[in-house]
């Protein structure tokens, strides 16, 4: 079938490419509607506008004056890393950050959405990376960017593939609102009870007058109900210890920022082998995760067996710890980092000894167990909607290089 379909560059069926102006834009340190979109926002065919900057409305207009982007536009990340692929599915007053260029279709000849799953399909991907061969960091020339060639079907053909494709995307955008209100409602449970303090029998609670925590409660350290160990990095020139058929997940800060409260994927793998070698240490499945080096704060929790990076801490409990994980995590998303100051002049971190040394508080045994009773059915229920976008994403990442090389005939469906 794929002989009716014509092979074109992709500057023959956008209206506008643009690339990013050469430049930081300044950000402000408060929320304002205009978010820069860097290449750390665009990761697995999505485009995050959670974990943005800000900046103010002039430097918006400044970095907007040659393309103002809006809903359906494609953005591709030229390095760090190349080649990630997201769509812009909202009117959020957005910009691009340094290394991103980005495709407006002309949908006279290319739906929007096709040419967003053709750069995602595997002609495309590989066209990009050759792009970026034979450099240190893999990185593609603003030209080449609009040199990548995809094969191109009638319009109407492209509109059911598609349509075929969105369908699975659109199932997995649902979830992930799901999910933002079932954390949100998480969030607000604990800062009712632990913030403001109106945990069930707070009106009778007697405060202890050395602690000024209620009775029963104490603040000890990190240490004392974790035993924390920190990730490691194999040497980088050895491509032998990183993304093997059969490795380990390595998790990074980007892949904690890209968790919705939960790892379940990792941009790379360490192999077995650089596991043993340099003596990792694994985090089980439920434990807890800190970033404690460049972007210190983010947590999450792992969803099976893995290790991480250097920049990451791992929580495992004691067995004297009767604090279920979903307190655990959202104490440690809520605790002021900064007030533990910083060890780095080059940058915001800790150091492993003051991870271990974040005062805890710890609620009463039988606060602890009310709150895990009516918090862990939201979790449950967020982990089970990751589950299913999970297996989501495996049914439609199946079918894109199928639908996208012709395999799967779509001209006779309605």
């Not at 029998?201 to 109900?225: C, F, Q, Y």
């Not at 919705?260 to 070698?277: L, Q």
């Not at 994403?393 to 996208?404: G, Q, S, T, V, W």
């Amino acid at each position: 079938m794929m002989e009716k379909w014509k092979e074109v560059e992709i500057d023959a069926v956008c209206n506008e490419i643009v690339d990013c102006l050469n430049r930081t834009a300044p950000k402000v340190d408060y929320e304002t509607p205009y978010k820069m979109i860097r290449t750390s926002n665009v990761r697995h065919g999505r485009i995050d506008l959670e974990n943005v900057f800000y900046v103010d409305e002039a430097t918006y207009k400044k970095w907007t004056r040659r393309l103002i982007p809006k809903k359906y536009d494609i953005i591709l990340t030229r390095e760090a890393p190349l080649g990630e692929i997201g769509m812009l599915k909202s009117d959020d007053l957005v910009f691009l950050g340094q290394r991103t260029v980005m495709y407006r279709a002309n949908e006279k000849v290319c739906d929007p959405h096709f040419l967003y799953y053709s750069l995602l399909g595997p002609n495309c991907q590989s066209n990009i990376k050759a792009f970026g061969s034979g450099s240190t960091v893999e990185h593609m020339k603003v030209p080449d960017s609009k040199r990548i060639k995809l094969y191109l079907p009638s319009l109407r053909t492209q509109r059911k593939i598609a349509s075929i494709l969105s369908a699975y995307d659109d199932l997995i955008e649902n979830n992930l609102r799901r999910i933002k209100l079932l954390e949100e409602m998480a969030q607000l449970t604990y800062e009712e009870w632990f913030v403001r303090m109106k945990f069930p029998g707070h009106e009778n609670a007697k405060v202890d007058e050395e602690t000024g925590l209620p009775e029963g409660w104490r603040k000890v350290k990190t240490s004392d109900l974790f035993d924390i160990t920190i990730g490691k990095t194999p040497p980088r020139g050895e491509s032998l210890w990183f993304n093997q058929q059969d490795g380990v997940k390595w998790a990074s800060i980007k892949d904690i920022r890209g968790a919705n409260i939960y790892i379940f994927e990792s941009s790379e793998t360490i192999s077995n082998e650089a596991a043993e070698k340099f003596n990792f240490k694994f985090i089980e499945e439920g434990n807890v995760v800190l970033s404690f080096k460049l972007t210190v704060g983010l947590v999450a929790i792992a969803n099976e067996r893995m290790t991480t990076n250097e920049a990451i801490a791992h929580f495992n409990p004691k067995s004297s710890n009767y604090l279920k994980t979903s307190y655990s995590y959202f104490y440690l998303r809520r605790f002021n980092y900064n007030s533990l100051g910083s060890t780095s002049s080059i940058g915001n971190a800790i150091n492993s000894k003051i991870v271990k040394r974040i005062p805890f508080v710890i609620p009463s045994k039988n606060v602890a167990s009310s709150f895990d009773i009516v918090i862990n059915p939201l979790m449950k229920t967020i982990k089970k909607l990751l589950i299913q976008n999970q297996l989501l994403k495996e049914a439609r990442d199946i079918l894109l290089p199928r639908l996208m090389t012709g395999v799967i005939d779509v001209e006779e469906l309605e």
